[in-house]
């Protein structure tokens, strides 16, 4: 199947914790993003990646940095976890501004 | 500021209903607008594109129209089911580089059987 795919689905991880979500889409797609969905349900951008540019939301704490190994791929590394990043955190990508994107179906990250 | 806001924030139904879904956007330069449907603990699956250009998209019981000028848009869902019961999202893209989607806090539909 053509899709965008996260793991893990859930992670529990325990504060101040380093932990990772991968995520890979086989859509031949040029640019990949990360969304960070808050418990009041609201998306935000929080990054944007293609092979030539790396775009930060300026609201992103910098513990929080992408990492693509290849054009499929756009993992988020999160160090020194904090309770307030519980959240639902969404992959997704584009082949263009003229098209839509794709979501991964999210990874709900619950830090305790 | 570049805000989307969709009102009703949860909408009830019986089912069988034809339904409007409502979103307004800010700023009326958009490149393309989406609409997203997003069920209980499961991720954004995509409904409609519509580029500026465009006054609207169908695809089965589902239209998006768009009102640029006016900085609108519906989605309209004919003949509701029990199974389009789900957080409607609506998202706007300005263009530019960094690709920014800017969504709306969602509409709740229930449709009753």
């Known amino acids: 199947d053509t899709a965008v795919s996260q793991t893990p689905k859930y992670l529990v991880t325990q504060m101040g914790n380093d932990k990772s979500i991968k995520c890979e889409q086989n859509l031949g797609h040029d640019t990949m993003y990360w969304y960070k969905q808050d418990s009041k349900k609201f998306l935000k951008i929080m990054f944007s990646?293609?092979?030539?540019?790396?775009?930060i939301n300026e609201t992103v704490p910098n513990r929080f940095s992408p990492k693509s190994p290849d054009k499929a791929h756009l993992n988020l590394h999160i160090n020194s976890l904090e309770l307030g990043d519980s959240a639902v955190y969404f992959c997704?990508?584009?082949?263009?501004?003229?098209?839509?994107?794709?979501f991964g179906s999210g990874t709900r990250l619950t830090v305790v | 500021k570049q805000e989307v806001t969709q009102i009703p924030a949860a909408l009830s139904v019986p089912e069988g209903e034809n339904l409007v879904l409502n979103c307004s956007f800010t700023?009326?330069?958009?490149?393309?607008l989406q609409w997203f449907r997003q069920d209980p603990g499961k991720g954004l699956t995509s409904l409609l594109l519509i580029q500026s250009s465009q006054r609207e998209q169908t695809s089965g019981r589902l239209n998006a129209s768009l009102d640029k000028s006016s900085g609108r848009s519906t989605l309209y869902i004919a003949a509701s089911q029990p199974g389009d019961s789900a957080t409607y999202l609506c998202?706007?893209?300005?263009?530019?580089?960094?690709?920014?989607?800017?969504f709306g806090k969602g509409t709740k539909l229930s449709v009753k059987p």
């Open positions: 700023d009326s330069a958009i490149y393309n």
């Open positions: 990646y293609n092979n030539k540019e790396l775009i």
């Open positions: 998202a706007v893209f300005y263009g530019g580089s960094q690709g920014n989607l800017i």
């Open positions: 997704a990508s584009r082949q263009g501004a003229d098209y839509g994107y794709t």
